[in-house]
């Protein structure tokens, strides 16, 4: 009998060990594929000179990242639940890495395509390790393995930005970057293919597109998904949109800052995720309560972009606003909580695709919306103003303000709210 349990509990810490490996690789590769989203807002200009695009033709081009990554939420959802990350990571990835290749050709075409294979393969990276993480331990951690999740993918920004801008800066040629990161990304499949661990996957009765429906059914239909997914893409689009495609131009011309502080300025938001994801997380977990934080999260980051746009530069100490302001849109994460704590707990996969649809479907129809207000209210001038962003960049706040006032209707799912039985089970 002894010897039963003790064999029970080594297979158990075996699985928990194999289960933290391929969600630490699932994470690295969401890391990966968030340099890559963010890597261009370094390059602007020498995008535009290579493809012979305006700002705002640079800026359609790239938004079609989300084309790809929006929808292609759903299927990786879906397809998680179904077939599990092993079956799917590898591909997805060298897709990924396939689609920078494609972008480093110099072909409009063929760069828009590889943009759209980007988001398309890169969302796979952030639902098969949220997949992993909710799957694998206690739900009472679900907040905080959510949040390092992100913190991966917000390293990755960051890097896109601290790390790729002075490489620019320095004279790296632009196809170099895109070859290399393409190259990585294969790389990167082989790796996961190879070290990924088998697992059994849940075999549903009938057909897979019947069961598939039905899982969409149950998560669509619940109007706790909906405002997860509406609250997360107003907090994130100011990092998605404002930040990562126009904060170095921003700075640039409407602060009057050189490239180089420019840029290192602009990565301090996604720094601030690094920070923000994990901790407001933690806070959650912590307090049993996911709506306080959501709530708190988004007062702060509207004043810091009410700040940003509107207040007098100079005042507050260098790169303090946006740290701050990344340390607080953090709190986009938390939704991804909510709606896996809302929603049957076989369909994990599915609710995360569908608030992953929701989310960046906002920046994939909205990313063009603001630069063509940006390029009307400017008259299509070279260098713009500082009114200009303003006016252009000002729906942020109401959309930071709405995500608030829907966070407030919210329901609670924190383990404080749910019954003492469940929540000891969970531990």
Same mark, same amino acid.
């Given at each position: 009998?002894?010897?039963?349990?003790?064999?029970?509990? *080594?297979?158990?810490?075996?699985?928990?060990?194999?289960?933290?490996?391929?969600?630490?690789?699932?994470?690295?590769?969401?890391?990966?594929?968030?340099?890559?989203?963010?890597?261009?807002?370094?390059?602007?200009?020498? $995008?535009?000179?290579?493809?012979?695009?305006?700002? $705002?033709?640079?800026?359609?081009?790239?938004?079609?990242?989300?084309?790809?990554?929006?929808? !292609?939420?759903?299927?990786?959802?879906?397809?998680?639940?179904?077939?599990?990350?092993?079956?799917?990571?590898?591909?997805?990835? @060298?897709?990924?890495? %396939?689609?920078?290749?494609?972008?480093?050709?110099?072909?409009?075409?063929?760069?828009?395509?590889?943009? !759209?294979?980007?988001? @398309?393969?890169?969302?796979?990276?952030?639902?098969?390790?949220?997949? %992993?993480?909710?799957?694998?331990?206690?739900?009472?951690?679900? @907040?905080?393995?959510?949040?390092?999740?992100?913190?991966?993918?917000?390293?990755?920004?960051?890097?896109?930005?601290?790390?790729?801008?002075?490489?620019?800066?320095?004279?790296?040629?632009?196809?170099? !970057?895109?070859?290399?990161?393409?190259?990585?990304?294969?790389?990167?499949?082989?790796?996961?293919?190879?070290?990924?661990?088998?697992?059994?996957?849940?075999?549903?009765?009938?057909?897979?597109?019947?069961?598939?429906?039905?899982? +969409?059914?149950?998560?669509?239909?619940?109007?706790?998904?909906?405002?997860?997914?509406?609250?997360?893409? $107003?907090?994130?689009?100011?990092?998605?949109? +404002?930040?990562?495609?126009?904060?170095?131009?921003?700075?640039?011309?409407?602060?009057?800052?050189?490239?180089?502080?420019?840029?290192?300025?602009?990565?301090?938001?996604?720094?601030?995720?690094?920070?923000?994801?994990?901790?407001?997380?933690?806070?959650?977990?912590? %307090?049993?309560?996911?709506?306080?934080?959501?709530?708190?999260?988004?007062?702060?980051?509207?004043?810091?972009?009410?700040?940003?746009?509107?207040?007098?530069?100079?005042?507050?100490?260098?790169?303090?606003? *946006?740290?701050?302001?990344?340390?607080?849109?953090?709190?986009?994460? $938390?939704?991804?909580?909510?709606?896996?704590?809302?929603?049957?707990?076989?369909?994990?996969?599915?609710?995360?695709?569908?608030?992953?649809?929701?989310? +960046?479907?906002?920046?994939?129809?909205?990313?063009?919306? +603001?630069?063509?207000?940006?390029?009307?209210?400017?008259?299509?001038? @070279?260098?713009?103003?500082?009114?200009?962003?303003?006016?252009?960049?000002?729906?942020?706040?109401?959309?930071?303000?709405?995500?608030?006032?829907?966070?407030?209707?919210?329901?609670?799912?924190?383990?404080?709210?749910?019954?003492?039985?469940?929540?000891?089970?969970?531990?």
């Amino acid at each position: 009998m002894a010897q039963a349990i003790a064999d029970t509990v *080594g297979a158990r810490r075996i699985g928990v060990r194999m289960a933290a490996v391929a969600w630490l690789l699932a994470a690295v590769y969401y890391f990966y594929q968030y340099s890559l989203r963010s890597a261009p807002a370094v390059m602007m200009p020498q $995008l535009s000179d290579a493809f012979g695009l305006s700002a $705002l033709g640079v800026a359609s081009m790239l938004g079609m990242f989300y084309y790809g990554y929006s929808p !292609f939420s759903l299927v990786a959802g879906a397809a998680m639940d179904r077939v599990g990350p092993r079956r799917l990571l590898p591909a997805a990835a @060298a897709a990924v890495g %396939i689609g920078a290749l494609l972008f480093a050709t110099g072909n409009s075409g063929l760069a828009s395509a590889g943009r !759209f294979l980007q988001g @398309a393969g890169g969302v796979f990276a952030l639902v098969g390790a949220i997949y %992993i993480a909710t799957k694998n331990f206690p739900a009472s951690q679900a @907040a905080t393995l959510i949040g390092a999740t992100q913190m991966f993918g917000m390293a990755g920004g960051s890097a896109g930005q601290f790390v790729v801008g002075p490489m620019i800066g320095s004279g790296l040629n632009w196809k170099t !970057f895109w070859i290399a990161m393409g190259a990585a990304g294969l790389v990167i499949g082989t790796i996961l293919f190879l070290l990924l661990p088998r697992e059994e996957t849940t075999q549903t009765s009938g057909s897979w597109l019947k069961s598939t429906a039905g899982a +969409f059914g149950t998560v669509f239909k619940n109007p706790q998904s909906i405002l997860c997914g509406l609250i997360s893409g $107003l907090l994130f689009i100011p990092t998605t949109i +404002f930040d990562m495609v126009w904060g170095v131009r921003y700075l640039q011309e409407a602060q009057g800052f050189d490239y180089a502080s420019a840029v290192m300025r602009s990565a301090t938001v996604p720094f601030g995720w690094i920070i923000g994801c994990p901790l407001l997380g933690f806070i959650s977990d912590r %307090i049993g309560r996911r709506k306080p934080v959501i709530i708190g999260g988004a007062v702060v980051l509207l004043g810091c972009l009410t700040w940003i746009l509107f207040g007098p530069a100079g005042v507050l100490p260098p790169y303090v606003l *946006g740290l701050v302001a990344g340390v607080a849109s953090g709190a986009a994460m $938390l939704p991804y909580t909510v709606i896996k704590e809302a929603n049957p707990p076989q369909f994990g996969g599915t609710a995360t695709g569908v608030i992953n649809f929701i989310n +960046f479907t906002f920046s994939a129809l909205l990313g063009p919306v +603001f630069g063509w207000v940006l390029h009307h209210v400017s008259d299509g001038a @070279a260098q713009m103003k500082l009114e200009h962003y303003q006016t252009a960049f000002v729906p942020l706040l109401f959309g930071v303000a709405i995500a608030t006032i829907l966070a407030l209707v919210l329901k609670e799912t924190g383990r404080a709210v749910r019954s003492p039985i469940a929540a000891t089970q969970e531990e």
